[in-house]
């Protein structure tokens, strides 16, 4: 008895921390994401002196990345090197699973990219960098399905649906679609598929670029729906109040100026984003 | 029923390399008591696992009841519901009540119904002072008790014939006397018995007849009254020296 | 004597003679009761300074055990499924699991050790069967059952709801474990209890049903409740196939409030449902070892 008191208090103790912990969210650094001052581009705050460490999860898929992990290229890859030469440092590339990505503490990495999606819950935790990509949700079914054909959502609410754990396509699927079986969840996109293509579920939910990507190389027989655009933009992730966010946000604001990014998109991506958009 | 209720005619039995009988030819005819002595590993345990078909023999016969227990395609299970046996340690089922030990076989072997198999258990045990009991665990019970319960878990099949192996040898010499004074009014009631065991004094009192033991052969059978005060063989006399030395007889 | 209390009376059902640990510590007085309480207080205080003086505490605290994201995670929100509410997949999952898996396991523990060459088949299968299922990770049965099945398309078997293959892995796998632990347990019975029943005129079988089987039960309640333990943990996995447990639930919510709150629920869950079970069967555990040492072992 005396031992269940004791620990309550512990968690108590530790919960009223947490209460004063989030009236001042943010700790004790200085600079907020989006504010451009108080990073020097000359000499930038780096994990890594001289060097600028990028992490993102493994597999990486394409087209957002491709090639050799050591120099990625593919659409997030190339953005990431972009940045890195703009600010005149070599790149390096580490592994950061996405379930770690946001947990407390210091960063082994400068930023990370890997197709997140920038919420203002996530916001309470980590800093962002500006969007970099308009992202939009796509719907895959296979071919024979029922739903093939489908133009609107509403066609939708019958479909057994499925989407990857820690993607937006799940809040999607319960917040739009809301269909009427419970959604499955699964921990890789790979599962999804397997369940896709086993006939467990009828819809796979991702983000519209993954989706004809699985369409055109991954899962024969299969029909992109239609996609659903939800101003959604992916950002990049920082350790809440790193300075560093104000550089990159100049260098990316340079690319969208300049027409690099767009042709970054339109290089690894525009044949993935020409699909109807499915109506509500 | 007429002719012996148990015959042994020359049984072998060897585990292994190791000859334990050789060549046990013993009859025990009905109401008899037969006693048997002997030293620890003359073969007396062997001997009585071998009536009740626990272990199988390697040659010979046994019969029982006129029946040819050892002939092949003999049902065991049936044979044993006849032949009531005790052991050393008493083996009552711990996880059962004693009142369950009892009924247990009489209601899933002799497939009577529960209030009649609780009857002749309750009878049983009121007969032996065990009434109380009935509803305790073994482990609330002294060994005396335990054992005396075994002795009822036995008769309550109502067999032929009461093997007794070593039955208060484990006991503590306090205990000792409750499940001798059982077994004598077993003995008082005609229940041909068959008792392996190191109390002479009982086996004096009690047996119609003495077989001696030594190393898997029956050297001399005799009353008591003979047997004790003026036996034959050499070697029945040595053993009897050294029980009396021992203070035991 | 021992100092202390001169007034307690030894418990009858101990064995005269023999001063256990629990009549030891009965005789202490209130003295070692307050040094321990005291030094376990001192204990946990000093961790709670420790923990709460760390300088990344506050990040910590917030992100673990903020109240609103303990309750939001507990109740849910439009877009992320409630943690308790998907706690009671892993119950349903674990309730039928256990039962089919008692059951399994004893057929295949009793197959085990039928006697005679006529069964020898039957014994071979069921010593296959433990050695398939205790060799290959539970997950790859799960990814097998759960994806391989349906993939086959048969009638009605590859049409299941996925809980269902997720329960089918389960079985299969926990049953394997446990069958050996029954073994060990009508191995331990004593070989006089089986003489004593089989004296008695019952069969091989009634020996077993009455009295072998009772016992060796009885004996392997730890490690059985062991399994039982590591299959409510196990239950998270069945989310590999899809449906929102606890543990998913829990992953969710995370993702989308990068708060890691939930997480710290579906422990809170998992070991509110382990205490109960485990203190019942310290109950049980004394009880049986109280009756198993009567007389019965020469």
């Known amino acids: ?280 | 029923m007429n002719g012996p209720t148990l015959t042994l005619e020359n049984v072998h039995k060897s585990f292994g390399e190791n000859e334990v009988l050789k060549g046990i030819d013993l009859v025990v005819e009905p109401h008899e008591v037969v006693c048997l002595i002997g030293a620890s590993g003359s073969g007396k345990s062997t001997l009585l696992k071998c009536v009740n078909l626990v272990e199988p023999i390697d040659s010979g016969r046994i019969v029982v009841e006129g029946e040819e227990i050892t002939a092949k395609g003999v049902d065991a299970n049936r044979v044993r519901r006849r032949i009531g046996i005790v052991f050393q340690a008493f083996n009552l089922f711990p996880h059962m009540t004693v009142l369950r030990n009892i009924t247990l076989a009489p209601r899933e072997v002799l497939e009577m119904d529960r209030q009649a198999a609780e009857k002749r258990a309750l009878g049983l045990l009121e007969r032996f002072g065990l009434l109380d009991k009935r509803d305790e665990y073994p482990d609330r019970l002294s060994g005396g008790q335990q054992q005396r319960v075994a002795i009822v878990r036995a008769l309550a099949m109502r067999p032929g014939v009461m093997l007794f192996d070593e039955v208060t040898s484990a006991l503590d010499p306090e205990l000792v006397a409750e499940v001798l004074s059982v077994i004598k009014e077993l003995a008082d009631e005609g229940m041909t018995m068959l008792i392996a065991t190191h109390e002479m004094g009982f086996a004096r009192d009690i047996a119609s007849r003495v077989c001696f033991l030594d190393e898997g052969k029956i050297l001399e059978q005799a009353p008591p009254e003979r047997i004790f005060t003026s036996p034959e063989n050499p070697r029945t006399r040595q053993f009897l020296q050294r029980i009396i030395a021992a203070g035991r007889l | 004597m021992t100092s202390g209390n001169p007034g307690v009376q030894p418990d009858p059902r101990e064995p005269a003679g023999a001063p256990g640990v629990e009549r030891g510590s009965k005789m202490l007085g209130s003295r070692a009761v307050l040094v321990s309480s005291a030094s376990t207080m001192l204990f946990f205080a000093v961790i709670a300074v420790v923990v709460v003086l760390a300088p990344g505490s506050e990040v910590v605290a917030e992100r673990f055990f903020s109240p609103f994201h303990l309750w939001q995670s507990t109740v849910g929100t439009p877009s992320t499924p409630s943690v308790v509410g998907a706690f009671l997949l892993n119950v349903k999952i674990f309730a039928v699991s256990e039962v089919l898996i008692l059951t399994l396991a004893l057929v295949i523990a009793v197959v085990r050790q039928i006697p005679g060459p006529v069964f020898f088949p039957f014994r071979m299968v069921a010593l296959a069967y433990t050695d398939l299922f205790r060799g290959v990770p539970l997950i790859l049965v799960l990814y097998m059952i759960g994806f391989g099945v349906p993939g086959l398309g048969l009638e009605f078997i590859s049409y299941l709801p996925d809980v269902t293959y997720g329960i089918i892995a389960l079985v299969l796998v926990y049953s394997a474990y446990v069958a050996e632990v029954y073994r060990a347990g009508i191995e331990s019975v004593h070989e006089s209890q089986n003489a004593a029943a089989r004296s008695l005129g019952l069969t091989r079988w009634q020996s077993l049903r009455f009295v072998i089987l009772p016992q060796a039960v009885r004996r392997v309640i730890p490690p059985l409740l062991n399994d039982f333990i590591g299959l409510q943990k196990d239950t998270a996995l069945v989310s590999v196939l899809g449906s929102i447990e606890a543990v998913r639930a829990a992953q969710i919510y995370g993702a989308s409030q990068f708060n890691y709150a939930s997480y710290v629920v579906a422990a809170l869950l998992f070991v509110l449902i382990t205490i109960p079970l485990a203190r019942f069967t310290d109950r049980l555990i004394s009880r049986d070892k109280r009756r198993r040492e009567a007389g019965a072992v020469a």
């Open chain 1, 1 to 280: 008895m005396k031992r269940a008191l004791l620990i309550g208090f512990l968690v108590a103790s530790l919960m009223l921390a947490g209460c004063t912990g989030q009236q001042g969210s943010g700790g004790s650094q200085e600079g907020g994401s989006g504010s451009g001052n108080s990073c020097d581009i000359k000499s930038p705050p780096l994990f890594k002196e001289g060097v600028l460490t990028v992490a993102t999860d493994k597999p990486a898929y394409p087209p957002w990345f491709e090639g050799n992990p050591e120099h990625y290229s593919g659409y997030e890859g190339e953005v990431a090197s972009e940045v890195a030469e703009r600010m005149d440092l070599p790149i390096e590339w580490v592994v950061e699973p996405f379930n770690k990505s946001y947990a407390p503490g210091a960063k082994d990495y400068d930023f990370d990219i890997n197709q997140i999606t920038i919420t203002p819950e996530r916001e309470q935790a980590v800093d962002f960098s500006e969007g970099y990509f308009d992202n939009a949700q796509g719907v895959l079914v296979l071919k024979d399905s029922p739903f093939a054909d489908a133009q609107s959502i509403s066609n939708l609410k019958d479909a057994r649906m499925g989407a990857q754990v820690g993607t937006t396509g799940l809040e999607f699927i319960n917040e739009t679609v809301q269909p009427n079986e419970e959604p499955k969840v699964f921990e890789t996109t790979n599962d999804a598929k397997s369940a896709l293509e086993s006939g467990q579920i009828d819809a796979m939910v991702t983000d519209l670029v993954t989706t004809v990507y699985l369409r055109d190389f991954e899962i024969d027989n299969s029909v992109v729906v239609g996609q659903y655009p939800r101003n959604e933009q992916f950002g990049m992730l920082f350790e809440q109040g790193n300075p560093l966010v104000g550089c990159v946000n100049q260098v990316l604001g340079k690319m969208k100026e300049d027409g690099t990014l767009q042709e970054l998109e339109k290089k690894y991506l525009q044949q993935y984003l020409s699909v109807p958009t499915l109506e509500k």
